[in-house]
């Protein structure tokens, strides 16, 4: 029996067929997906069916190069071609100059940091949820997270991420985590003494709805950090490898509103592969680095070969094709042609991340008219939409969309009023 066809001038009109096996097939904690999708190239994907999509959203943020784009491809067909996986009993070329390259593009290479590596953004943030308990004791026992923050489903992750729909389910979950207002500075700075070991955040919250906190609140929580020896972890598993215009969001004054502000550690994922599984957990100091001992933690497929090639070769291509250049200018670009838009009650973009927020609750069925349309995107809520396209994507094809946004609402509307009087 030959395998499925995934070609699309095979596979034909088959998409419902595929989803029929989907739905048997597949544990259903995603739901029902949109479409299957067989093929992409640059920004651009086909279903099943032969009908084209433009990307805005990247595999939630992780196609920071599109779609088969040639340097990652031969990147990852080299590497395969030469050594795939060989397990954390030995290391690796690509392994080790991945390692060096964070560490030189974070500023972290003069300060003794050094990186572990896993396979996702919750990976990672399970290393750094240990790394924080490393640092506690009997009496530095707690972990500060933050309201509206998105860490990943593992049990650990799990305990750091806000959401009550996420938690309640697994309850009880690893303790000793706090969770206090996004942004509110008082409240957070009060609440760090000596017995914290650790406050992590993300400078960008995408899960929410691409929101960044006020100036100067970064630099408020580094400050009471270092004064009373707790760590400071930023997840940019979103918001890293170039997506916010800087290599990591924390360095973007933009973000930060003021100066850049050095954590303790860092996480990484989503773009650090273009869609090459990986992970990373950066650590930005000699001490924070001894934290995590022989034995202590580990992976089997974490930092492999392929995936730190691919991880190298997304880097290159960054600076190769001035994407951290392209990508702060397409902010300003969306901000302009977004302005004035009936219903667009805000716009929020830092580089190529940007939520639009909408003054009615339709933000789901303008995904699903977009979708209709030609256009992927997801909404982080009922009022909004969040775009994270590839990094390569040009600002045209993002005018475009925008000027077919309110046709996109007005579809949106009438579907929700339709469905609402039926």
């Known amino acids: ?54 990307d805005l959203m990247a595999g939630i ?51 003794g940091g050094t990186v572990f590596f896993a396979n996702s953004g919750t990976e990672a943030n399970e290393a750094a949820f240990k790394l924080a308990r490393r640092h506690g004791d009997a009496t530095r026992h707690r972990i500060l997270a933050v309201e509206h923050a998105f860490h990943g489903r593992t049990m650990g992750a799990l305990a750091l991420t806000w959401k009550e729909q996420y938690r309640a389910p697994f309850a ?62 930023f997840d940019e598993v979103q918001s890293g490898m170039g997506r916010t215009g800087t290599w990591f969001a924390h360095q973007n004054t933009q973000v930060t509103g003021g100066a850049r502000v050095m954590p303790d550690a860092m996480t990484l994922a ?18 924070t680095s001894q934290l995590l001992t022989a034995g202590q933690h580990g992976t089997t497929f974490g930092g492999n070969p392929m995936a730190t090639a691919a991880g190298l070769a997304v880097i290159e ?29 805000a716009v929020r973009a830092f580089g190529g991340l940007i939520g639009i927020d909408l003054d009615v609750e339709i933000a789901p069925a ?30 045209d094809t993002l005018r475009t969309f925008l000027q077919q946004l309110p046709a996109l609402i007005d579809r949106a509307l009438t579907a929700t009023e339709t469905k609402a009087s039926s």
């Not at 190069?65 to 080299?78: F, K």
């Not at 989503?270 to 001490?287: D, M, N, Q, S």
């Not at 397409?330 to 009650?345: E, K, M, N, R, W």
């Open 61 to 111: 943020a992780v196609n920071a190069l599109g779609h088969a784009h040639p340097r990652l491809v031969a990147a990852v067909t080299e590497q395969l071609s030469t050594l795939g996986h060989i397990s954390n009993f030995f290391t690796s070329v690509p392994q080790i100059q991945l390692a060096e390259r964070l560490l030189e593009l974070s500023g972290a290479q003069a300060t």
């Open 366 to 395: 303008v995904v699903a008219a977009a979708l209709e349309a030609g256009w992927i995107i997801n909404a982080t809520g009922p009022h909004t939409l969040r775009l994270a396209p590839p990094l390569i994507i040009d600002a």
């Open 172 to 233: 009880p979950l690893p303790g000793g985590v706090e969770h206090l207002p996004f942004g509110d500075q008082d409240a957070m700075v009060s609440a760090i003494d000596e017995t914290v070991a650790a406050v992590i955040l993300e400078p960008v919250q995408g899960e929410s709805g691409v929101n960044a906190s006020p100036a100067g609140y970064l630099e408020a929580v580094r400050e009471a950090c270092t004064r009373h020896g707790a760590l400071l972890i």
């Open 1 to 54: 029996m030959s395998a499925p066809s995934t070609d699309p001038d095979t596979v034909g009109t088959d998409g419902e067929e595929l989803m029929q096996r989907y739905r048997t097939a597949l544990t259903g904690v995603f739901g029902t997906p949109q479409r299957t999708l067989v093929r992409g190239e640059g920004v651009t994907v086909w279903d099943a069916d032969g009908h084209a999509y433009t």
């Open 317 to 345: 291509t960054i600076e190769h094709d001035g994407l951290l250049e392209h990508v702060s200018e397409l902010a300003t670009a969306v901000c302009d042609a977004a302005s004035g838009i009936g219903h667009v009650q």
């Open 270 to 287: 989503k773009g650090l592969g273009g869609g090459i599984p990986i992970g990373a957990l950066v650590c930005f100091t000699e001490a």
